[in-house]
């Protein structure tokens, strides 16, 4: 850590942005003197944080201006809080396990923890940013290799190495590594992947993705039995666990990811393909069998424990092209998913993505909906256990003007079945209006605060208005405890005798979800 971390009683908030890269802050929370020094502010947006040096103060009119162009046009001023952090400055050093850089003197004054000891202790100075890079090779295996210690990603607001890197290989695989300490990404792929395995491995202390894809160009590639974990420790400029990318077959089974800024999970963020293109799979993406816990810890927002997206927000104006990401997310848990203001669904679905199929999963103490389908067609929820605490959150969010430059003028529509909502304190099923082309079947919802007089309908509608007008929840049950053995301690599996049987309920195999083998 830096002198200060990301909590709450280390953030400022500044005024407002000025047109450079800047803002006016309040007070004399920044100080003249830090012009030129080693200071480092940390400037968050919505789903955004970047750093910046300081080029000057104006002490009289509360302005700093730094070295750095603002890293993204919403980045001041946007929907994140205007937060802001100082680190790296001598005189902020107040607690154990702290530091202080000082790269004038190429210096570095450390607290010790009660539990430091001199003799324990080792210092290491990364000079290599990768430590491992495969390029032009075939059919080469890396086996039970400990990978530790690469110095910074790239840029310091976008990660462009890793601790692996590899490209331009075919047949590589990964088995039994430790991939650890590192100041870019954990494995990072490059262009011309194919036949890729990553399996019983655990990627940890890095400061961007645990895993990261940057090649839509990529084939054929399986991560599984894998743990992933304290990603983005230093970038945050949407920052996963895992960002998937690729074209054909790129699977993510049986891992367990968490702890980290943002999303545990990415798919996406590349072009995507005709809803009916006969050329590609029916699914390109799979994220299946996982565990994905502890996503976003308060520091970032817009995210979601599985988000998938395109790269174009008009994807569909010709001909409906290119919204497609076709992916299954299926038989995952998904929990304590946490935004610092708004955001931290279970999955989510931006910029019209279409062709997901969300089933089998299991999606409790989350931020947001359970599932979040921001617009886009070809999109299903089915068989899933959606567990929301709270007045205010609903089971599913549906299509609306956030993001979306040509609303109402864009496709949109849904399948939701066989789902199990529990409400705990409260009985919201959703709260968005926009319902086109949206299919509701055979559910089960119960709400703990209202047992017998579940619930708050789509679109603001009565139970009259929604099933009799609008002709949604044919074969649904409400004001029915589902009789989950104890929801309450996240045991969801069914009680002989559950109601749920009679929306045709799909047993979910809890016991297949998550590594098959303990990574090392």
Wanted: net charge negative; with cysteine.
């Amino acid at each position: 850590t830096y002198a200060r971390g990301y909590s709450t009683a280390s953030v400022l908030t500044y005024e407002k942005s000025n047109n450079s890269s800047g803002f006016i802050f309040k007070g004399n929370d920044i100080k003249a003197e830090w012009a030129g020094s080693n200071a480092s502010v940390l400037a968050f947006a919505a789903w955004t944080a970047s750093w910046y040096t300081i080029k000057a103060v104006d002490a009289h009119k509360h302005t700093v201006l730094f070295n750095e162009a603002k890293v993204v046009d919403n980045f001041f001023d946007g929907p994140g809080g205007k937060r802001y952090i100082v680190e790296n400055l001598p005189e902020l050093l107040d607690a154990e396990g702290e530091w202080y850089a000082d790269f004038h003197a190429r210096k570095v004054t450390y607290i010790l923890r009660a539990s430091d000891t001199a003799a324990a202790m080792a210092a290491v100075a990364p000079r290599l940013e990768t430590v491992i890079a495969i390029d032009g090779v075939r059919q080469l295996v890396l086996s039970n290799v400990t990978v530790s210690y690469g110095g910074d990603g790239g840029d310091r607001n976008r990660a462009t190495h890793g601790l692996v890197e590899i490209g331009n290989a075919v047949g590589v695989s990964i088995a039994g590594c430790v991939v650890e300490h590192g100041g870019g990404a954990g494995i990072l792929t490059k262009a011309n992947i194919r036949d890729l395995s990553i399996t019983r491995t655990r990627i940890s202390d890095v400061g961007s993705d645990g895993i990261l894809m940057t090649s839509e160009q990529a084939q054929q590639v399986t991560i599984e039995d894998t743990v992933v974990s304290d990603t983005g420790m230093t970038y945050f400029v949407q920052p996963a666990g895992v960002h998937l990318r690729g074209n054909s077959s790129i699977a993510l089974r049986h891992s367990d990811v968490s702890h980290g800024p943002y999303a545990c999970v990415r798919v996406g963020w590349q072009p995507g393909w005709p809803q009916h293109d006969a050329s590609v799979a029916e699914e390109v993406f799979d994220v299946s069998f996982n565990r994905l816990h502890d996503c976003g810890l308060g520091i970032l927002s817009d995210f979601a424990g599985v988000f998938l997206s395109s790269n174009d927000n008009k994807c569909f104006q010709s001909g409906h092209q290119g919204c497609s990401v076709r992916a299954g997310v299926a038989h995952n848990i998904i929990s304590a998913v946490r935004h610092f203001n708004y955001g931290g669904s279970g999955v989510y679905m931006d910029e019209q993505v279409g062709g997901v199929r969300i089933e089998k999963n299991t999606i409790f103490d989350i931020a947001e909906a359970g599932v979040y389908f921001h617009c886009g067609t070809n999109n299903s929820a089915i068989n899933n256990v959606i567990h929301t605490t709270g007045a205010r959150l609903a089971l599913v969010k549906s299509c609306n003007s956030g993001g979306n430059p040509t609303y109402p003028n864009l496709p949109r529509g849904f399948t939701w079945t066989r789902n199990i909502g529990y409400m705990e304190g409260g009985e919201t099923v959703a709260t968005d209006k926009d319902f086109t082309s949206t299919s509701f079947t055979r559910n089960l919802y119960f709400s703990t605060s209202n047992p017998t007089g579940c619930c708050t309908w789509p679109a603001g509608e009565s139970w009259d208005g929604w099933h009799g007008k609008m002709k949604q929840e044919n074969g649904t049950i409400a004001n029915v405890d589902p009789m989950f053995v104890d929801p309450l301690h996240a045991n969801y599996e069914l009680k002989p005798g559950s109601p749920a049987q009679s929306i045709g309920w799909q047993t979910i195999d809890y016991a297949s979800i998550g590594p098959r083998a303990v990574a090392l």
